[in-house]
């Protein structure tokens, strides 16, 4: 049993989906850290800060290290964070000498941060072919049902005759908005040691933090540990990706409430009226996009972010952009079934 829809038994089956929840399991976390430290150690060697023999055994190490979890549980409920535990373990694996080069320079948020920005990329690459994958399927029912007839409505209520064309192509153009802004996103290494000054490595803590950008495929800025700017953006794009989603979701559960105008393949059977097709898939895509409008909220509260690191703010993102990720994965895996099974749309 689960409190999160998203991995439940039973309810992951309509709002799961199994490509994407991996990237946000302990094991990918785990990983992405590991990939930080061992990209840390081989900056660090490269501009003279630890000794090239030090960066080859953290690296060597990182690649193979499976942490004690029931460890790093009993340890974040009493730091706040596994990554104080995460390092004392591979201290004790990377030996004595290697040990004292591990971490250099950089603090918890510097690898919980990355780790998930390194996840975000991966993520934000398989949404963007979804809405590729999207798109092409409203362009072949543009080509095979175009030029039908729909009863356009205002408020409501009906107003004149529109083609089929019409309605595809308002569903159709937020898409390619949101694939560009996808492929364009930024993803930033966070690099700010203790309080984002990078006081640790001096004068050359700068070109440390842009090697370690460049060795983990990341944008190199400025620190970002109390600014959440990348956060608040990319939750933003997911918000606005099932929001339009939705609204192709409610076009079509309206248009599925006559009959006349539309048929899907597919629906969801009742457990009391046997003759029903209800258009589940477009339904959920309402309830997606109100979801993500709702965590929205919650991220933005989370730029309020005391001094120069709130412990606070850091957890509600936690709490929310892992979720608000799994609904607009959600979204795009039930558009894109949704649009397949349409087999008739508007009327010749």
């Known amino acids: 049993m689960t409190a999160s829809p998203f991995d439940h038994p039973f309810l992951s089956g309509l709002v799961g989906d199994d490509e994407i929840a991996p990237y946000f399991s302990a094991e990918a976390d785990i990983r992405a850290m590991l990939s930080f430290e061992a990209a840390l150690a081989r900056a660090e060697a490269a501009?003279?800060?630890?000794?090239?023999?030090?960066?080859?055994?953290?690296?060597?190490?990182?690649?193979?290290?499976?942490?004690?979890?029931?460890?790093?549980?009993?340890?974040?409920?009493?730091?706040?964070?596994?990554?104080?535990?995460?390092?004392?373990?591979?201290?004790?694996?990377?030996?004595?000498?290697?040990?004292k080069s591990l971490h250099l320079g950089a603090t918890s948020q510097d690898v919980i941060d990355t780790s998930l920005m390194i996840r975000l990329k991966a993520v934000v690459f398989l949404f963007a072919g979804r809405l590729s994958t999207i798109a092409a399927g409203l362009?072949?029912?543009?080509?095979?049902?175009?030029?039908?007839?729909?009863?356009?409505?205002?408020?409501?209520?009906?107003?004149?005759?529109?083609?089929?064309?019409?309605?595809?192509?308002?569903?159709?153009?937020?898409?390619?908005?949101?694939?560009?802004r996808l492929t364009e996103q930024s993803f930033p290494v966070q690099f700010g040691g203790a309080a984002g000054t990078l006081d640790r490595l001096g004068p050359q803590g700068p070109a440390v933090r842009a090697s370690l950008a460049q060795e983990l495929g990341l944008t190199d800025i400025g620190q970002w540990q109390s600014q959440r700017l990348p956060i608040a953006d990319i939750a933003g794009l997911f918000a606005s990706i099932s929001g339009s989603l939705g609204k192709i979701g409610q076009d079509i559960a309206l248009l599925a409430q006559s009959g006349q105008e539309i048929e899907i393949s597919g629906g969801g059977t009742s457990s009391a009226m046997a003759h029903k097709q209800n258009p589940v898939a477009a339904e959920v895509l309402v309830s997606l996009a109100r979801f993500n409008a709702t965590a929205l909220s919650g991220i933005h509260q989370s730029l309020v972010h005391e001094q120069e690191r709130s412990g606070a703010a850091w957890t509600l993102e936690w709490l929310l952009l892992p979720q608000m990720a799994m609904a607009t994965a959600a979204s795009l895996r039930l558009a894109g079934e949704l649009v397949g099974n349409i087999r008739r749309l508007g009327v010749v």
Not at 74 to 80: K, N, P, V, Y
Not at 87 to 99: C, D, N, S, Y
Not at 149 to 156: A, K, N
């Open 47 to 99: 501009h003279g800060l630890i000794p090239v023999d030090a960066a080859r055994r953290i690296a060597e190490t990182c690649a193979g290290f499976s942490p004690d979890l029931p460890r790093l549980r009993a340890a974040t409920a009493r730091d706040g964070v596994a990554v104080p535990d995460l390092i004392k373990q591979l201290r004790t694996e990377v030996g004595e000498e290697a040990a």
């Open 139 to 180: 362009d072949a029912l543009d080509r095979q049902f175009g030029r039908n007839r729909l009863m356009g409505h205002t408020r409501m209520q009906a107003a004149i005759p529109i083609s089929v064309s019409d309605r595809l192509s308002s569903w159709r153009a937020p898409l390619a908005t949101y694939r560009d």
